[in-house]
Structure formats: structure tokens, C-alpha cells
């Protein structure tokens, strides 16, 4: 804490992953209104020949919203929030912002790459993992890369305490380095057989149930790591920083943090329930899941008792609306996972849509909204512009909540319905239902969720025009601001 | 103690993997010790039904379909036997899916045949009306990638021990002629099976179209 | 009760009563123990989650921030030294418990298996199931019968049981001309009946057209020359000889469990097998349901 000089930030590398932040975010979701319109509208699977099927398209739509969209956001607020609670600025390095650049393209030839890939229907076929190996190779060398570059920034700092958001991006890069590395142990083909096949085929190492372990293993922990704590990471900053709040509690800090790396691991077998894994492992990860409520929400509730007494700032800031209703949803999609766990309710739940919802409560109304707001809060800096049009990002605000809305009643009324009906009997014990009774009883809440996802979609599109307005054309700014940010 | 840990990021790091990393080891590490044991009288996939399962996962059907029975009674009434763990040894990768947009598929050989796939894939409305599963023509003129295939059944033999004959072994001369004696006559039994003239020609001329290697392989999900 | 919370639970309130209609009309069954724990864990998410943020909210209307504030900064950015909430870490450490004790002492680590649960579960309702229905009524039969033809057969067989223009048996009729024709050029070895296989060629030609004519028509009018050899083994009017063969004339019982049990190849393709899928019953009932499709009548 040497010097409180202002240290000059170097934003050249915010600013690229920003705008990848934005276009990601558009073509994820432009075909996630997609692949919902065609469950409603199966006709619509036919725009574009073998690639355009439900099938094909669903991948893209993961891949592309989660490692396109929320990762060049996570880490455009990386790059921001990392030199500013640390007190270092990039350009005091030639090292680390060379790093930071190659960073930057490994990721841009990644994501070209998985695309195409993808496409073309190359995969792995693991959920949230379906790269073949050699861009599971690429895909190392960027986060190794990413790597360097965080901690260069953290042997750099000035400010000798590691700030909360920096616990949660040091455990986002652990984490996801160690499970990304077990669970794609692929044997490629084409070296064992002499030179036979497509030369990017593999098999996985790992065998069926125990394939199964890794993989949930990996895939529930990819949504910790990810879809949860670096979003942590960014409201701790974020929400404080906009509003000029102090946290409300390190020690709840503290406890949620620790609690959190110690319980998440182990609630992975919530995805494996009544499947062929052990028992025991079943029951561990059913448990576990329901401790986990707690340290979720402890961050939760922290960020809502941040803005205690701040009342007028919710009603007059829609940056400080998009991270309320993040937290909110937040802890909506924390308690819904941990009952989804418990053996009854995952038996009904597990296969449907309900899970869907959930998936979506927690992506959208947390993920995608913080993203949202991080990414607005550092334009008017990083740009040194006013925000284009406040106007325009209230719309924004009330727009989404109704699509999220709209996107996870019908998904838990679809979901909740499906998963009754599969089971049901009549009065002689014989189902009732067959399977596609319980397909078409869905088409009103798949038209419903496509709707919820095109108002979502027109929002991305109104923030999208709002974020390139405001580094082009808004007002200039003579000063940072210090909190709340300035629009017009 | 933690806060000493916030101001020496190395260590904090360390606390932190070793936080999350031996829960891994303690849920992951002891399924392993006890390998994956196949259930009696279960056969490696054919080099055809590989090709298939290539095909599955390229048109990625596990977007909608599951492949795992749950032990309750309404699903054993709909799809038969529930799943057991030793019949997925020979899955690399798994195949369970997370999603039940359309029924599960783990024994569908049982109760489906190939003349009807041959309708359902080409046009699923045609079997069933209110369908909402996509038509997969393309498969009826893609060429299955039995190469890779192959490729596949020597590695898993090589690396994994997987019970394959000796006839499958490294190298492009190999593999032509176990496609002549093995492949191709397997691939025609589905193709006639499936009743379409177009289908038969293609296998009879030496290319396996992308459906016959899918239905072989769905027919072996039994 | 404040706004903010009010309006949090009546959000809750109205996705749960649309749950609720939806999965009325459906004939739901919500006194089942695993749909009633579902609808309870839906209820609490949706109150829980709602109402506690709500109440939050509420604190932002009202209170006022206070607490000594720790040393450091950064950014800009201060921090609280308060305390835990209350009772957010009472009930992390009764979870806490809970959990140790559930994974311990409640669901000990191997006293539990899905599987024999499920096997209890089988045995028990087969045993219930045969024993209420062993003297179950046509009507009854026929009920069952058609729900399971509506979940098993009516992928291939078509909802009505026509058979969709030709890609399986249509059930609404015993059996076509052309099925009959090639029975009698290949010969038929399906079903495993008494008298075995049926050998190929036992008609030709005209005598083949005639007897194909005669049979797909219900054994109706006079009967040609040539069926005096089916007669043999179908008998004379046609039903199987009590059991020997099949009956010909129309769908009965014994036809349905063999061709469950062993499926069938023919002119039109394949019939999968069902063997050990349905009870003595069920397949009873399948029998009983699949007569009423069809005009023929014994
Ligand atoms: C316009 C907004 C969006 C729409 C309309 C949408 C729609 C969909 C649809 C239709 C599916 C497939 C569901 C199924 O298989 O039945 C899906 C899956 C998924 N989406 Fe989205 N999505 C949107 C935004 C997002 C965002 C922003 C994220 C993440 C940041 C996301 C993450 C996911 C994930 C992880 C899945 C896979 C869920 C699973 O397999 O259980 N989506 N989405
Ligand atoms: C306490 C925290 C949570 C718990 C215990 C939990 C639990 C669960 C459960 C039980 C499932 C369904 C497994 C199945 O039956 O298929 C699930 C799926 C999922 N959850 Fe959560 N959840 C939590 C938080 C979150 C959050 C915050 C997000 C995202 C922001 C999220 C994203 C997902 C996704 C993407 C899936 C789908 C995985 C798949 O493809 O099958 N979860 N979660
Ligand atoms: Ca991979
Ligand atoms: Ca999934
Ligand atoms: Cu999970």
C-alpha cells in the first residue's frame, strides 16, 4: 500500500475481450431462441440442412454462451478488477501484457476452431467437454497462458491482501485446470491403429459408469467453477463498487468462500442419481448438495445486506437492479439444484425440463444479468464515455426479467408435468401415458419459452447497441467516475 | 490463519487445491479400484455398430436421448430391464445423456427393428404423427466413417484389452480386408433388414451409408 | 407482512397454482409419496427463494448500514467487520449436522440399495396386481388391453391398430391376401405352435390365389378345393384346431402370447419380440383389446 498515486490501468485487453463478450452473447442466444423455437416448431429444423437440426445446433448454443460469452466476460472483469484491487497496472510489464495478448488469441483461435468443429459434428460427446484432443491441447495452453498472466498480476500487487473477488478467481483457475485435464484423458485413434481415420478422433480413457463419474465430476464443478464462482468474484467488486457500499461482512465473506470450495466438490453425484454408481456415492452427492445451499447463499445474502438502507439506489440505477436480481436469482437456482438432489425429487425431476429451468434460472437470471452489469460498469471507464442511454438499459432491465420469467415457469410447469406423466398409472398399474403424450402436452410451454428467449434475445440485442453506442459515441468523461456510473 | 493465507497468495492457492481436489479423490478414485467389469456373454461393439455410435454422436441424439433405465417400475414398464453398470463397459465414452426429450434408448433393439428405424429416421412423423424429432435424410446418403471406426477397435484392443479377435489389427490393408469379410456383409443383413433398395445398392458398391451403421448400432442397444 | 415479501409469495403462489392445474389435467395422481415430496420441493423453492430475498429487499427500504469498518480498501471498496447473520449460520451448522447424521446414521453407508428396493417393489405389486385381476371381466381386459397397445404397439401398429399404410400388421383385419400368399410360398416359422412350422408350397398357383382369397375374406362363403389341405392343421372352420395352429379366422388369445413371446417375420417386415415384458394378464388383456379392433369374428 505504498503509493495512492492513480495508477494508469491498461484496458486494451479489457476492451477486446468486452467486445467478445458482446458477440458471443448475441449468437449464443440468437441460437438458443433457435433450438427452443424448433422444439415448439420441428420444421424449423430444416433452415440449413444436416447442420441445422436441434441436435447439431445444441452444443453450439452451450459452448458458445459458456465458453464464448460468460468466459470473455469473466475474464474482460478479470483483467479489470484484478489491476485495480491489486494495484497493478499492465503496463508496468511488457511480460504480463504480452501474456494477456496471447491470451486473448489462443482464445480467439479456440473458439474459431470449436465452432467449426462443432458444426461439422466433431465431438467428444461429454457434455460441456465435447472438444477432441487437439483443441483440448489448445485449450490448456490458453488457460496456462491466462494463468501466467494472474498471477504475474498478483507477484506484481501493491495491495499486500488478496480482495474477496481474488480468492474467487484463483480457485476459478484451480479448478477448472484440474478437472478439464482429468476428465478429457482421451487415447487418440489414429496412432494406435497405424495410421487409420480421422487423425482428431479419440476414445475416452474411461469407461462407462466410471466415464460417467469423471465426467459429472467434471460437469458439475465446469458450472461451479464457472457459471459461479468467478460470478461471485465480479459481484464482490462490482456490486460495492457501483453502489459505494462497503461489503456488509468479511466474516460471512470468509465462511462462504472456504465453505464453498470444501462442499461444492463433492455434490457432483447429484447428476448420477438412480444411475448405476454406487449407492453411497448417490446418497454423498445428494447430501452434500443440500449443505451447499448454505455457503451459496452466505454470498449471496451478503451482496443483498450490501445495499441495506440503499433502497433509492435499486429504484434509480438499473446497474444496481441487474446485480440485485442476479443475486436473487442466485439464490433461486441455489436452493432449487439442492432440492433437485434429493433422491424423491430427482426422480421426477432428472430427464425433464425442470432441469432446464434450472439451468436457465441460474444462466440467465444470475450469470448472463451480471455479466450484463460488469460489462456496463467498466465501459464508461475503459472508454471514458458516458453510458449511451440509460433509458435504453432500464428496457433492457425489465425486459429480460420478463423473458427469464416467462423461461423458467414454463420450464418447471413442462418439466414438473412430464416427469408426473412418465410415471403415471392408471387404475390397473399399467401406464397411462405413452411417450409422445407426453411430448405434445409440452408444445404450449416450448412456445412459451421460445417467446421468454426472444425477449431475452431483443435485450442482448438493446444491450449490444447500448455497449457499442457508448464506446463510440457517448458523452466523454473528463474524470472516472468514482461509483455510480454516469448515463445518459 | 486465513487471514495470513490472503496476504500469501502461493499458499492460498494451495489451501484452495487442496480443498477441492481431495474431495475429487475420495468421490472419484475408489469406483476405479474395482474396474469395469463387463456382464457376462457382453461383446465388444462391432466395427459397424461403432461407425454407428460415431454417427450418433455426430448427429448428437444425445441431445434428446438417454441411454439408462432407472430402477423404477414405470420405467421398466416402458423400456424393459433397468440398466445395469456392467453392461456400459465397453462405452468410451458414456452415453446416459441428462435430457429425455425423446424416450429412453438403452434397449431399443429389443423392441424396434430396422424397417422401422428406416421409416423413423427418414421421417419420424411418418410413425408417429405428433413426432417432434428431426428427419435425418442426410444419413440415408452420407458414407459412415468405417475407417475410424476400425481405428477405434484396434486402439481399444491395444490400450484397453478390449476382447476384439485377431483379426483386427493396425494398419490400411488390415482394415480393407476385415471391411470385405466382416463389415460389409454385417452392413447388408441391416440394409435389407431395412428395406430400402437405395440402401442395399450403396452397401452392395462398398460404401456403408451412415444409417445402416446407426440402425446396427441401435439394434445392438439391447 | 411488508410489500416487497407479499409480492414475492404471490410470484410464488401463481407459478405453483399453474403447476397444479397443469398437472390436474393430466389426472395426476399427487397423493403418490414421489409426486407429493416433488410438488412440496417446488413449493418450498419457489417460497423460500422469493420470500427470503424479498425480506432482504425489504432491509433495503428500511435499515441503515452500520458496523465498524475493517482497515483495508481496495479500490475504493471497504468492508464490514459484522457479525454472521444469525440465522443463516444456525442453520449452516444444523445442516451441517443433519448431513453427518444422514450419511452416517439415517442412510447408512451400505444398509441402502435401489435395487433391492425396487425389487420389493416389483414382486410386491406383481403379486397384488395378478391376484386382484386373475378374474378380471372382458371389459376390464379390454381397458387394460388398450392402454398398454397405447404405450407398446401403437409406435408401429398405429393408434386405431391399422398398421399406417402397411408398415405393420393392420390389426383392424385377421389377415391380408398377400400375407396369406406368402405364407404359402415361404412357409411360416414364427410362432411355435404345436404342429411346428408351417412347410412352404403347400398351394400353388390358382389353387394359392383361391384359398388366399378365401381365407383374407374371413372363411366366408364356400370354401375352395385347396383348403382341405389347411383344413388339416387350421381345421375346417379355419381357428387352429383348438391351439394346434393358428386360428385364421380371427385374433385370439393364444395368437397374441406367441407372437409376444416369439415376435414375427413377414411379408411386411418384422414384429419385435415382448417376451417376459407383460404379465399372463396383460397379455390376456392385449388379447382381449386387439379382438375388438378387428370385424372378424370367431
Ligand atoms: C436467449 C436466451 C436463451 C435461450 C432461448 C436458451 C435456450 C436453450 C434451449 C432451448 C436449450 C436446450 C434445452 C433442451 O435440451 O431441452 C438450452 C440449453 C442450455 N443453455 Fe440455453 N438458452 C439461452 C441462453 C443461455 C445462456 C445465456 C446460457 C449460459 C450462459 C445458456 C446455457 C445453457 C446450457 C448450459 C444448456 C444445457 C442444459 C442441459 O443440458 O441441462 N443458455 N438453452
Ligand atoms: C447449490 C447449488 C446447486 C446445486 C446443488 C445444483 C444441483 C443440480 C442438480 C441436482 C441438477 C440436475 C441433475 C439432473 O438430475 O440431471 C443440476 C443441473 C444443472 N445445474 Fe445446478 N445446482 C446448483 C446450482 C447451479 C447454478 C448456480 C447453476 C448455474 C448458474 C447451475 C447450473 C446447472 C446446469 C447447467 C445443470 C445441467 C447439467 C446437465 O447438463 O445435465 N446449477 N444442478
Ligand atoms: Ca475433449
Ligand atoms: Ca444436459
Ligand atoms: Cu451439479
Known amino acids: 500500500m505504498q503509493s495512492n498515486a492513480a495508477l494508469e490501468y491498461d484496458y486494451s485487453i479489457v476492451k477486446l475481450f468486452m467486445w467478445t463478450t458482446v458477440i458471443f452473447g448475441i449468437v449464443g442466444m440468437a441460437i438458443g431462441v433457435l433450438i427452443a423455437s424448433q422444439l415448439a416448431f420441428p420444421d424449423l429444423n430444416y433452415l440449413m440442412g444436416e447442420y441445422g437440426t436441434f441436435s447439431r445446433l445444441r452444443p453450439l448454443h452451450t459452448n458458445v454462451v459458456i465458453y464464448g460469452f460468460t468466459l470473455s466476460g469473466i475474464w474482460a472483469s478479470m483483467y479489470y478488477v484484478g489491476q485495480r484491487v491489486l494495484k497493478v497496472s499492465l503496463l508496468e510489464s511488457g511480460f504480463l501484457r504480452f501474456m494477456s495478448k496471447l491470451h486473448f488469441l489462443l482464445y480467439m483461435i479456440v473458439a474459431a476452431l470449436m465452432v467449426v468443429t462443432l458444426a461439422l459434428g466433431i465431438t467428444a460427446s461429454k457434455e460441456y467437454a465435447q472438444m477432441e484432443w487437439p483443441l483440448d491441447i489448445l485449450v490448456v495452453l490458453t488457460w496456462v497462458v491466462s494463468g501466467i498472466a494472474l498471477f504475474g498480476m498478483i507477484g506484481l500487487r501493491r495491495e499486500k491482501t488478496l480482495y474477496i473477488s481474488m480468492w474467487y478467481y484463483i480457485a476459478f483457475f484451480l479448478a477448472v485446470a484440474m478437472l478439464y485435464l482429468f476428465n478429457n484423458m482421451e487415447v487418440p485413434t489414429y496412432f494406435f491403429s497405424g495410421g487409420l481415420g480421422a487423425w482428431y478422433h479419440s476414445v475416452s480413457m474411461y469407461a462407462g459408469t466410471n466415464d460417467a463419474l469423471v465426467q459429472w465430476w467434471w460437469g458439475h464443478n465446469a458450472v461451479a467453477f464457472v457459471f459461479t464462482v468467478p460470478i461471485i468474484a465480479m459481484i464482490y467488486y462490482f456490486l460495492p463498487k457501483e453502489s459505494g457500499q462497503a461489503v456488509y461482512s468479511y466474516k460471512l465473506s470468509l465462511l462462504s468462500f472456504w465453505g464453498l470450495m470444501f462442499v461444492y466438490l463433492w455434490a457432483g453425484g447429484h447428476h448420477l442419481i438412480w444411475s448405476t454408481v454406487p449407492d453411497w456415492m448417490q446418497t454423498m452427492g445428494s447430501v452434500f448438495s443440500v449443505v451447499l445451499i448454505l455457503p451459496s447463499w452466505g454470498s449471496a445474502i451478503n451482496m443483498l445486506l450490501t445495499m441495506k438502507g440503499e433502497w433509492n439506489q435499486l429504484t434509480e440505477n438499473p446497474l444496481i437492479k441487474f446485480m440485485i436480481l442476479a443475486s436473487t436469482f442466485y439464490m433461486l437456482s441455489t436452493l432449487e439444484g439442492p432440492i433437485q438432489s434429493v433422491k424423491s425429487v430427482n426422480a421426477i425431476a432428472h430427464f425433464t425440463d425442470w432441469i432446464i429451468g434450472h439451468v436457465h434460472d441460474g444462466v440467465l437470471g444470475w450469470v448472463a444479468f451480471m455479466v450484463f452489469a460488469a460489462v456496463m460498469h467498466m465501459a464508461p471507464r475503459v472508454f471514458k464515455r458516458e453510458i449511451y442511454s440509460k433509458s435504453l438499459l432500464e428496457a433492457q432491465f425489465w425486459i429480460q426479467t420478463i423473458g427469464v420469467v416467462l423461461y423458467f415457469s414454463s420450464m418447471w410447469i413442462a418439466g414438473i408435468t412430464q416427469g408426473m406423466m412418465w410415471r403415471a398409472v392408471d387404475e390397473y398399474g399399467n401406464l397411462v401415458y405413452s411417450f409422445i403424450d407426453t411430448v405434445s402436452v409440452l408444445h404450449p410451454y416450448y412456445t412459451i419459452r421460445a417467446f421468454g428467449g426472444l425477449l431475452y434475445l431483443i435485450g442482448v440485442f438493446m444491450f449490444a447497441w447500448n455497449f457499442f453506442k457508448t464506446a463510440t459515441a457517448g458523452r466523454r468523461l473528463e474524470q472516472e467516475p468514482r461509483y455510480k456510473s454516469p448515463m445518459a | ?222 | 407482512m411488508n410489500g416487497m415479501v407479499v409480492k414475492g409469495l404471490v410470484l410464488a403462489g401463481v407459478l405453483i397454482v399453474a403447476i397444479l392445474v397443469v398437472v390436474k389435467q393430466m389426472h395426476i395422481d399427487l397423493s403418490d409419496p414421489v409426486n407429493m415430496i416433488t410438488f412440496l420441493g417446488a413449493i418450498a423453492i419457489a417460497v423460500l427463494a422469493f420470500g427470503v430475498a424479498a425480506k432482504y429487499m425489504q432491509q433495503m427500504k428500511t435499515d441503515t448500514a452500520t458496523g465498524e469498518l475493517a482497515e483495508d480498501t481496495w479500490d475504493g471498496i471497504g468492508e464490514y467487520k459484522n457479525d454472521l447473520p444469525a440465522g443463516w449460520a444456525w442453520s449452516f451448522v444444523g445442516v451441517s449436522i443433519w448431513a453427518g447424521w444422514y450419511f452416517l446414521f439415517g442412510y447408512p453407508l451400505n444398509a441402502y440399495s435401489q435395487i433391492g428396493e425396487y425389487n420389493e417393489e416389483v414382486k410386491a405389486y406383481n403379486a397384488k396386481f395378478e391376484a386382484k385381476h386373475k378374474n378380471a371381466s372382458p371389459e376390464v381386459l379390454k381397458e387394460m388391453g388398450e392402454s398398454i397397445f397405447l404405450v407398446q404397439c401403437a409406435p408401429c401398429h398405429g393408434e386405431t391398430g391399422d398398421g399406417m399404410d402397411g408398415k405393420a400388421h393392420d390389426l383392424t383385419h385377421r389377415i391380408a391376401k398377400e400375407q396369406v400368399l406368402y405364407v404359402l410360398k415361404n412357409g411360416s416359422h414364427n410362432f411355435k405352435y404345436p404342429l411346428g412350422a408351417m412347410p412352404a408350397g403347400l398351394a400353388q398357383g390358382k389353387d394359392a390365389e383361391a384359398v388366399a382369397e378365401y381365407v383374407a375374406n374371413g372363411l366366408k362363403g364356400k370354401a375352395p378345393a385347396a383348403w382341405a389341405t389347411c383344413a388339416g392343421c387350421h381345421g375346417q372352420d379355419g381357428t387352429g384346431n383348438g391351439g394346434q395352429a393358428p386360428n385364421l379366422k380371427a385374433f385370439d388369445a393364444t395368437l397374441i402370447h406367441q407372437v409376444l413371446t416369439h415376435g414375427k417375420k413377414g411379408v411386411i417386415g418384422q414384429m419385435p419380440s415382448f417376451v417376459n415384458r407383460f404379465t399372463p394378464v396383460q397379455e390376456k388383456a392385449l388379447a382381449e383389446y386387439i379382438k375388438t379392433l378387428s370385424s372378424d369374428k370367431e
Request: charged content about 25%.
Open chain 2, 1 to 222: 490463519m486465513f487471514h495470513w493465507l490472503e496476504k500469501h497468495p502461493f499458499f492460498f492457492a494451495v489451501g484452495v487445491f487442496v480443498v477441492i481436489a481431495y474431495a475429487g479423490l475420495i468421490e472419484v478414485l475408489p469406483n476405479f479400484m474395482e474396474k469395469a467389469r463387463p456382464i457376462k456373454g457382453l461383446k465388444p461393439y462391432t466395427v459397424l455398430e461403432l461407425a454407428g455410435k460415431e454417427v450418433y454422436k455426430k448427429d448428437n441424439c444425445i441431445a434428446c436421448h438417454s441411454q439408462l433405465i432407472r430402477p423404477f417400475k414405470a420405467e421398466t414398464d416402458r423400456y424393459g430391464q433397468y440398466s445395469m453398470s456392467g453392461e456400459y463397459a465397453y462405452d468410451r465414452p458414456f452415453l446416459w445423456g441428462s435430457k429425455r426429450t425423446g424416450p429412453d434408448l438403452h434397449r431399443v433393439g429389443r423392441y424396434r427393428t430396422p424397417d422401422w428405424h428406416a421409416n423413423h429416421m427418414w421421417n419420424p412423423k411418418s410413425v408417429v404423427p405428433d413426432s417432434i424429432m428431426p428427419a435425418y435424410k442426410h444419413q440415408f446418403t452420407n458414407v459412415a466413417d468405417l475407417e475410424t471406426a476400425y481405428a477405434e477397435a484396434v486402439t481399444v484392443k491395444k490400450v484397453f484389452n478390449t476382447p476384439y479377435g485377431d483379426d483386427i489389427k493396425p494398419g490400411k490393408a488390415a482394415f480393407e480386408k476385415y471391411k470385405k469379410e466382416k463389415i460389409l456383409p454385417e452392413a447388408l443383413k441391416i440394409a435389407k433388414a431395412m428395406k430400402r433398395d437405395d440402401l442395399v445398392k450403396m452397401v452392395e458398391s462398398g460404401k456403408v451409408p451412415e444409417v445402416v451403421a446407426l440402425v446396427a448400432y441401435l439394434e445392438r442397444l439391447k
